[in-house]
């Protein structure tokens, strides 16, 4: 299977999980690519307000992941507007995980993830699964590791 890694990342933990992802699928078998989403404005706040220099053309994949980071318990702004703007064609299968600071889901994570599911529903992607990295939780190796696991799977 043709799988695009889709990432936004300024700090690089979000394309570290990233690449350990790309690792694991082609040790499976899989073609894989990743695609990073770079903005002129990478603090804006609005999604709106983006402006990308680099938009990846994702239409050629099997399976997309989305990864993006926490920002102000929120997805991205730069992921949210990638996503809402693309032209993803429908019903593409997709997976989405976020890398956050603060060791717990409810500060952002799931806020980011829910953010995703509703993005995936309006373009009417076919979500299978989400995955959300605490980096500064005393087991983040494990959460790296559980996160690309449970992502793997899903292809
Ligand atoms: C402006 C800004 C806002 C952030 N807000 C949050 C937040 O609400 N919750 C959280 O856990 N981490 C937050 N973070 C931390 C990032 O989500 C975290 O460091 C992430 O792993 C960075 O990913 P990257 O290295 O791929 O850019 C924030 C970081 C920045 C720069």
Redesign the pocket.
């Known amino acids: 299977m043709k799988i695009g890694i889709i990432v ?8 570290q999980v990233a690449k350990k992802l790309k690792k694991n699928f082609i040790a499976d078998g899989h073609l894989v690519n990743i695609e990073e989403i770079i903005a002129i404005n990478d ?1 804006e706040r609005e999604p709106s307000k983006v402006r990308l220099t680099k938009v990846p053309i994702i239409n050629e994949y099997d399976f997309l992941i989305f990864g993006a ?6 997805l991205s702004p730069v992921m949210a507007f990638f996503m809402t703007q693309s032209s993803i064609l429908h019903n593409k299968k997709v997976s989405c995980f976020v ?4 060791p717990f889901p409810w ?3 799931k806020q980011a993830i829910e953010q995703m599911k509703s993005i995936c529903v309006s373009k009417k992607l076919d979500l299978i699964e989400t995955a959300i990295v ?2 500064s939780s005393i087991r983040r190796n494990k959460k790296i590791n559980e996160a690309v696991e449970k992502l793997r799977r899903t292809v």
Do not use: C, I
């Open positions: 936004h990342s300024k700090t690089g933990n979000t394309l603090d980071p926490v920002r102000g318990f929120a890398t956050q600071f603060f500060m952002g994570g605490n980096w």
